[in-house]
């Protein structure tokens, strides 16, 4: 496996996370290395930090140049079926240790309150939440869990899981084979993967914004209901009742 390609000098973190280093580090075994990230990030709490978006632009990138010696078609299959696996896995770690980790009343950062809130944010937003996360770093790992603690449907999970499996984990693959085509991207691989960091977390500032929006609305609204004025009250319309004098 070659990896004879020129990159700039952006520093994308610690080399052990920089994707290049990740797939010429493991020589034949890069595949196998890409599928177990992406199933780690997705399903399990300790992936958070993982590489997900810039190592499946980079995994497609490497295709696209012959230094990963598979087909496109391959890879896209295997990381799509790790991303759902690693939902699975997530969902059940979730659905499982939920209950302990919020049946302590004294507990400080696993309380009931987060669960319900969860309940409610997945009837809010449902399948829309499912997709989206899968585009936003760190969201996409807890996510998952959350899932399963808030109970969500496992079927309308799963079905919008894979629908976000599909379009995250093959259409970023997809997405670095055709522009590593691109002399351009060839030599600018790292400033390629730091503007798909920031360009994945636009739908969480988005959504942030209208619920913000949305909840100075309802602040606004609470202060109009509390400041309503209320027409004056004629006194002589008032009934008078007379003092009942005891001693008689």
Known sequence: MTAALTTSTVALG????NPEYILSSFGGFALFAVCFIIFAECGLLVGFFLPGDSLLFTAGLFVATGALDYPLWLVCLLVTVCA???????????????????SKPDSKIFKKEYVEKTEGFFEKYGARAIVMARFVPIVRTFITAMAGVGRMDPKK???????????????????????GQIDFVRKNIEMMLILIVLVSVVPIIIEFLKARREKK????????DITQVFPP???????????VDRDR
């Open 157 to 179: 999970y799963f079905t919008y899981s894979a629908i976000g499996g599909v379009a995250w984990a093959a259409g970023l693959t997809v997405l670095g084979y055709f522009l």
């Open 217 to 224: 609305s309802l602040v606004e609204q609470e202060a109009a």
């Open 233 to 243: 009250v004629d006194a002589e319309a008032t009934q008078y009742i007379p003092r």
């Open 14 to 17: 610690p080399q052990w996370l």
């Open 84 to 102: 759902m696996a690693g939902n699975v896995v997530g969902y059940y770690i979730g659905h499982r240790a939920g209950p302990a980790l919020f």
